[in-house]
């Protein structure tokens, strides 16, 4: 792959892994309760959905994602209704004023690693992503390598947007002190997630 690839592929990409989206705004949210390293932890279940989601993409599987209705159909509407699912969730959750640090045990952990798989593996324009944005500057010569290198590129950026994200949830941190404020954040995110799903519900599947 020449360096001349490289250059047009690393800052589209980056500019796809820091668009605003469920995952983002997840790990702003549980950044600005749980702490930094909360959300980049919380992450590593963002990260595995990617892995899977790039070996689909390689292997070819992707293209019947895109060529199939029906098969669009059903990943769409069942990640939209988690994301709907967990909005709600978000927006009748208790305004607890948490202590000087929550604490964040391993099932706490565990949660939060959760909810970021479920969030990327059910949108299924994440996928395409890899099956029609990777393409473009894949070697044919080399195929495994080139998917192995752009993988692991858009990995690295993704845990840059994800670090800045959570840096950004923390900056709401004051926000957390008072219990208005705490209502305040789990009513943005609890809608902001809530509108994600009623966009990804009505989203077309992309045409070739």
Avoid: H
Wanted: hydrophobic share 60%; with cysteine.
């Amino acid at each position: 792959m020449s360096l001349e690839t490289l250059l047009l592929f690393v800052p589209a990409c980056f500019a796809l892994n820091m668009a605003f989206g469920p995952n983002n705004l997840l790990s702003m949210t549980i950044a600005a309760q749980n702490g930094l390293l909360a959300a980049v932890l919380a992450a590593s279940g963002r990260l595995a959905a990617f892995v899977l989601m790039i070996a689909v993409a390689a292997l070819g599987m992707g293209a019947l994602l895109m060529a199939s209705e029906i098969a669009f159909m059903v990943v769409k509407l069942l990640g939209a209704a988690y994301l709907v699912w967990l909005g709600i969730k978000i927006l009748r959750s208790d305004a607890e004023l948490p202590s000087e640090r929550p604490e964040l045990g391993k099932n706490g952990l565990r949660t939060f690693i959760r909810r970021e798989f479920l969030v990327a593996i059910g949108n299924p324009k994440a996928i395409l992503i890899f099956t029609a944005f990777f393409p473009q500057f894949v070697v044919p010569g080399d195929y495994w390598i080139s998917f192995l290198v752009l993988g692991t590129i858009f990995l690295a950026l993704e845990l840059v947007a994800i670090a800045l994200y959570a840096f950004a949830g923390t900056r709401l941190s004051r926000m957390m002190r008072n219990a208005r404020g705490l209502r305040w954040i789990n009513r943005i995110s609890g809608g902001t997630m809530i509108v994600f799903g009623a966009l990804l519900a009505t989203a077309r599947r992309p045409t070739a």
